[in-house]
């Protein structure tokens, strides 16, 4: 079960001021999903919502680290995409004789 509470989940993940926190939505099952902004116009997260689900028991669950990346890293092809344009370049010019 997870250790974390609610107030300490709404603090914000840049300044560690307590946000604001506003009911998202109640499920079938207890949990609950709220949203939480950053009020604190000194943090870079100035007005930027986040969201905290809670457990049925009012925990907040740890997070998944077991998914897929929404955005995977994209693979360095410098390399190869500069060997190519050579050719290209290469292929272009005229020849010597």
């Known amino acids: 079960m997870s250790e974390v509470r609610l107030e300490d989940a709404k603090r914000c993940p840049k300044c ?19 949203d939480v902004t950053c009020h604190n116009d000194r943090c870079p997260w100035f007005n930027t919502k986040w969201v905290i689900d809670t457990n049925p028991d009012g925990s907040v669950p740890e997070p998944s680290t077991n998914r897929r990346k929404a955005y995977p890293a994209i693979p360095d092809r410098t390399e190869a995409i500069q060997e190519t344009v050579d050719r290209i370049v290469a292929d272009s010019l005229p020849k010597k004789r």
């Open 16 to 34: 560690k001021e307590i946000g604001e926190l506003h009911l998202n939505r109640k499920n079938r099952d207890g949990s609950k999903s709220f």
